[in-house]
């Protein structure tokens, strides 16, 4: 399996502003995806992040909200813009190396809090 | 719409009994089948997944049951210990082409001493 790594953990935040969280791989994988999980709630699918390209948003998620990138196989970033307290969640990565497969590993999470 | 979703939301385990964690889905062209653990403040933890060409698969303490008559999916869970509460949760990828991974509400095991 892969190991995930996400920086910040967590973080508490004003609202109106952007942080960006950092999902870092240590292998080469073929999908890295960025979830949102609500307190107490399942996980819900952003985007799929792309390698080279724009990420591919899941219904109700858009870019100017969260613009993602993924610059090589390792590395993707989501940002959260002009947050507000209903942003307040745990951003996770997730990555999948084999086609099908059921076999996707997540990150630690970033716990969100906006005020 | 179609979904993934579980008949319990909570579930209390007396140690060393076995659990039962049940998941019924809804799209028959769903290709896998995984279950999930979640501790608190971590991410999901892969346990174990299952084909949908497969009635059973086998992992260290852990059953996973699918029957695609009636759309059901279950995790069973040998000789439980306290390491084995958290939130379970089944997931499913519809089909070669679309990798998306779609997940269930969760069922939260408590593991009784």
């Known amino acids: 399996s892969a190991v995930i790594s996400q920086k910040p953990s967590r973080d508490i935040c004003q609202r109106g502003t952007s942080l960006t969280i950092q999902c870092q791989v240590d292998?080469?994988?073929?999908?890295m995806f960025w979830y949102r999980q609500q307190p107490g709630q399942s996980l819900t699918l952003i985007a799929t992040?792309?390698?080279?390209?724009?990420?591919?948003?899941e219904s109700g998620f858009v870019i100017d909200k969260f613009p993602i990138s993924r610059p090589n196989l390792t590395f993707s970033t989501l940002t959260v813009s002009n947050m507000s307290p209903e942003d307040s969640s745990i951003y996770l990565c997730?990555?999948?190396?084999?086609?099908?497969?059921?076999?996707?590993?997540f990150g630690p999470g970033t716990r969100l809090t906006v005020t | 719409g179609e979904s993934v979703g579980l008949h319990l939301p909570t579930l209390s385990v007396q140690e060393g009994d076995n659990s039962i964690i049940n998941c019924a889905y809804s799209?028959?062209?769903?290709?896998?089948f995984i279950w999930y653990k979640q501790e608190s403040g971590k991410g999901p933890q892969f346990i174990i997944d299952?084909?949908?060409?497969?009635d059973k698969r086998q992992g260290q303490r852990v059953t996973v049951l699918l029957n695609k008559t009636v759309k059901h999916l279950s995790l069973q869970i040998a000789a439980t210990q306290p390491g084995d509460s958290a939130v379970y949760f089944c997931a499913e990828i519809r089909g070669f082409g679309n990798e998306k991974l779609t997940f269930g509400t969760g069922t939260r095991l408590t593991i009784i001493p």
């Open positions: 299952i084909r949908s060409n497969m």
């Open positions: 992040a792309n390698q080279g390209s724009e990420a591919t948003y």
């Open positions: 292998s080469q994988v073929t999908m």
């Open positions: 799209n028959s062209a769903s290709d896998y």
């Open positions: 997730s990555v999948r190396n084999r086609v099908a497969t059921g076999e996707q590993y």
